[in-house]
């Protein structure tokens, strides 16, 4: 699935609140007439936060080809959400559990633009490249990132094997590209508002190596807004 953020309180089903979980189950009704059951995506995306690449997976006692059920379930979702395929899969695959590494892009802009505003972080001061890279290296490695989720280190893990953290530039745009085993809440947010923090001056890249080594507010304080962040894509 791919799918804009913008207007959605994130993917997750909540009461009162639309999201992109709810427009799919509305949509799959509808492809299905009305059949029970359960839809579960790879990852729980924020508010706000898009995807070019959510896998989910949903068991129906259907005997639908792939390509049908596909149509209609677009024919039934707003234009900003779109199914890109579907296929027959093992009955032990899990879109979760499943998955071996999660790819993350967030999009940095150094201009304002008149179009772009939903999908980065206008940042008006100058950057560094250097020393943000730098920095992203020393975040690269199996580490603690309790100092960047909001996650309780008691009831969950905050160890992470992050694989890569790469910046490139494309034009105006400063493209961060995080990949991992997987990701805390609001850990890529809080990453990439500590890279920011970074090239503007105000943290040097041994800060970095702190902030892996203590429980410390200022992530916390850095994080990026959610306009920037995709989910791109996920391995099995």
Same mark, same amino acid.
């Given at each position: 699935?791919?799918?804009?953020?913008?207007?959605?309180s994130g993917w997750q089903i909540q009461n009162n609140a =639309?999201?992109? @979980?709810?427009?799919? *189950?509305?949509?799959?009704? #509808?492809a299905t007439r009305g059949r029970r059951f359960e839809t579960y995506g790879s990852g729980r995306t924020d508010a706000g936060v *898009? #995807?070019?690449?959510?896998?989910? !997976? /949903?068991?129906?006692? +259907?005997?639908?080809?792939?390509?049908?059920? /596909?149509? =209609?379930?677009? &024919?039934?979702?707003? !234009? &900003?959400?779109?199914?890109?395929s579907a296929e027959r899969m093992p009955p032990r695959f899990h879109a979760r559990h499943s998955a071996v590494a999660r790819h993350y892009r967030y999009q940095l802009s150094r201009r304002r633009s008149a179009f772009e505003k939903p999908y980065v972080w206008w940042v008006r001061d100058r950057?560094?490249?250097?020393?943000? =890279?730098?920095?992203?290296?020393?975040?690269?490695?199996?580490?603690?990132?309790?100092?960047?989720?909001?996650?309780?280190p008691e009831e969950k893990s905050t160890?992470?094997?992050?694989? @890569?953290?790469?910046?490139?530039?494309? &034009? !105006?745009?400063?493209?961060? *590209? /995080? +990949?991992? +085993? !997987?990701?805390?809440?609001?850990?890529? =947010?809080r990453i990439v508002g500590v890279l920011v923090g970074v090239g503007k001056g105000a943290l040097t890249p041994d800060d970095v190596d702190r902030l892996l080594q203590e429980k410390s507010p200022l992530p916390a304080q850095l994080t990026a807004p959610a306009a920037g962040l995709f989910l791109e894509r996920v391995d099995y």
């Open positions: 699935m791919e799918y804009a953020g913008t207007r959605y =639309r999201t992109v @979980q709810g427009e799919l *189950h509305k949509a799959l009704e #509808a *898009h #995807a070019l690449g959510q896998v989910v !997976h /949903v068991d129906l006692p +259907s005997a639908l080809p792939p390509d049908t059920l /596909v149509a =209609r379930i677009n &024919d039934g979702l707003p !234009h &900003d959400i779109n199914v890109l950057l560094d490249l250097g020393r943000m =890279r730098e920095a992203a290296g020393r975040l690269v490695g199996f580490a603690d990132f309790r100092a960047f989720t909001d996650d309780d160890q992470v094997l992050l694989q @890569q953290l790469t910046l490139t530039e494309q &034009d !105006h745009l400063i493209v961060i *590209h /995080v +990949s991992g +085993s !997987h990701f805390l809440w609001k850990m890529v =947010r």
